[in-house]
Structures are given as structure tokens and as C-alpha cells.
């Protein structure tokens, strides 16, 4: 029990991944069309809105002022997830075998850092959450920039993509919700009540997330791989960008680490680094992903399910290490 207390979000996903694809492939295009109009065309959006808001509110900025002191950690990860990572993924675009999947690995891949799962990982393999905090909060927070000027930059020239139209999109879904949250801990009893049901306040968020990935697999996913949402598609391309997938988050991490440890970076901000520097959002990354249609949603899908697999594993391996 106390292992499923801790990983119950993980075992979400394992179940409502494949639920949701396996109901989803049952769907006739009328019944998708039936309850797309029931939930409404920006049910999701509003989601991300109340997930950002959410994890933006539990989050506590005034343990910030060393990273702000020295900021050189922080901008070093920024750099890592929004200038190295999309630089890794845009060569592997070319080996894929779906032009819809190339654009969700390049979504992945210019998306901003998890808003809790990098601080807490970091954390559970003694690192610095602060840097890692600091990360989530920059990215987060200029994800309506730069994830439309990269997409743009990559993928315009062979999708109609409205650039402005989506930084509109991500500045209402994102940025606003983010930064309302910060505002109301500016009252001092909304902050006390924030930091009390801190656990509780991210389960619900958590919850939220899991609500998209089981809507995205029940009305998105599975009807494309039935073909009732469009064209099918075979298991290996899904393999091949599921494997670009971790290859992209492995290199941006491995970088993140040795790159941190060639610059003289302490330990400590190293290890939140590597988890900030190559983790990506799932919330927003689902977001911009409905906004392209087709599979583009697949390899978002895996992109985080993979992450989180792969660094608990690691952070686990991080602090058995440091206590050796």
C-alpha cells in the first residue's frame, strides 16, 4: 500500500492508457462526434487552465532566492529543455514513418518542464528543488513563446500552423492560469491553506491530467488506431517514436548532467539539471498536440509516461548512491 500511495499516478496511467485506447477502438465516428459535442470543443483547454492554476498555486516561490542569486544552474537547464532538447528531436523527425507522429515527437520535445515532477524527483534524489522550481516556473511561464516559435520554425513550412493564433491559445490556457495562481498566494490565507493541503491540491491537478490522457486516449487515440478517426496506422511507427521518444529525453538528461559537471555546477544542482533540463509537460504538450489533430498526440503520450518511468528509476539510483 505504501508503494501505491507513492506511485498512484504511475499505476494511472499503466491502466488508463491502454483502457482508454482499447474502449476508444470501439467508437464509431458518430459516437466520438456525440461526446466531443457533449464535453464541448475547449474541454480540455479549460483542463490544462485548472491544472496550471492548480500546481502554480501549490507552488511555493519564496524559496527561490538562492537560484535567483545565482541563476547560472537555472538558465543552464532552460537552455538544455527549450534550446537542446527540440535541436535533438528535429533530426530523428526524419526517420519517422507518420508525418503526424514527427510533429508529436517535435511537440514533445519544444514543450516546457513538468510543473511538480521534476521538483520532486529532484528532491528524492537529494538535489536542489529550488533550481528545479525555478525552471518549471521560467518555462512555464514563456511556454506561449517559444513552443509556437519552434513548432513554427520546424514544422510550418509542411503543416498550416497559425503561430499567433496558438500563443493566444497557450497565453489563456497557460500563462494566465500560471500566474493567477502565484497571485492568490499573495494572501496570506490562501498561501497557508496552499502550503497545508499542499499533497491534496496536486492529487487533484494530478487527477485532472489523468482525465486528459484517458479522454485523449478514449476519443483521440484509439479511434486512430481502429482507422474510424482517419487512416490507421501499424505498430512500428508507433515503436519507432516511442523509442525517439526516450532517445531524445536520455540525451537531453545525460547532457544536462555532464554538460552541469564540466561547468564546476555543485552536485546538488546538477541532479536538478538533469531532471528539469529534459522533462516535458504533459498538460500543455496534450494542449498544443489537439491543435495539430491525427496521432500528433501519440508521442506526448509517451514521452511522459516514459520520463516518469525512467526517473523515478534513476532518482531511486541517484540517492542509493549518495547514501552508500
Excluded at 81 to 86: D, I, K, Q, S, V
Aim: glycine fraction near 8%.
Amino acid at each position: 500500500m505504501h508503494w501505491l500511495k507513492r506511485h498512484w499516478f504511475l499505476v494511472g496511467l499503466v491502466i488508463l492508457i491502454p483502457l482508454g485506447i482499447s474502449l476508444g477502438t470501439r467508437l464509431s465516428p458518430e459516437s466520438i462526434q456525440r461526446i466531443e459535442l457533449g464535453t464541448g470543443p475547449r474541454a480540455t483547454s479549460y483542463l490544462v487552465a485548472v491544472i496550471l492554476f492548480l500546481m502554480s498555486f501549490s507552488l511555493d516561490s519564496r524559496q527561490l532566492g538562492r537560484s535567483l542569486r545565482y541563476p547560472g544552474p537555472v538558465l543552464f537547464a532552460c537552455l538544455i529543455n527549450y534550446g537542446l532538447t527540440p535541436l535533438i528531436a528535429w533530426p530523428l523527425m526524419r526517420f519517422q514513418l507518420d508525418q503526424d507522429l514527427a510533429i508529436g515527437l517535435m511537440i514533445a520535445a519544444t514543450v516546457p518542464c513538468t510543473m511538480a515532477a521534476a521538483s520532486v524527483w529532484t528532491r528524492k534524489a537529494g538535489g536542489n528543488d529550488a533550481v528545479s522550481l525555478l525552471v518549471t516556473m521560467l518555462t512555464n511561464g514563456t511556454c506561449f513563446l517559444f513552443t509556437p516559435l519552434w513548432l513554427s520554425l520546424i514544422v510550418g513550412s509542411s503543416f498550416e500552423f497559425d503561430t499567433y493564433a496558438m500563443m493566444r491559445r497557450l497565453i489563456v490556457s497557460a500563462l494566465i492560469p500560471a500566474t493567477l495562481g502565484q497571485l492568490a498566494r499573495l494572501s496570506q490565507r490562501l498561501r497557508q491553506f496552499a502550503t497545508d493541503h499542499k499533497p491534496g491540491v496536486g492529487a487533484v491537478a494530478q487527477i485532472c491530467v489523468l482525465i486528459i490522457v484517458f479522454a485523449a486516449a478514449f476519443l483521440k487515440a484509439g479511434p486512430q488506431l481502429s482507422g474510424n478517426g482517419g487512416p490507421g496506422i501499424g505498430l512500428l511507427p508507433i515503436l519507432l517514436v516511442w523509442a525517439s521518444c526516450i532517445a531524445v529525453h536520455l540525451t537531453a538528461m545525460f547532457i544536462a548532467w555532464h554538460g552541469s559537471r564540466l561547468l564546476g555546477i555543485t552536485r546538488d544542482d546538477r541532479v536538478a539539471i538533469a531532471f528539469a533540463g529534459s522533462q516535458k509537460t504533459l498538460p500543455i504538450g496534450l494542449l498544443v498536440a489537439n491543435h495539430f489533430g491525427g496521432f500528433a498526440l501519440f508521442p506526448m503520450l509517451m514521452f511522459h509516461a516514459s520520463q516518469l518511468f525512467i526517473d523515478t528509476w534513476i532518482a531511486e539510483r541517484i540517492a542509493e548512491k549518495d547514501g552508500e
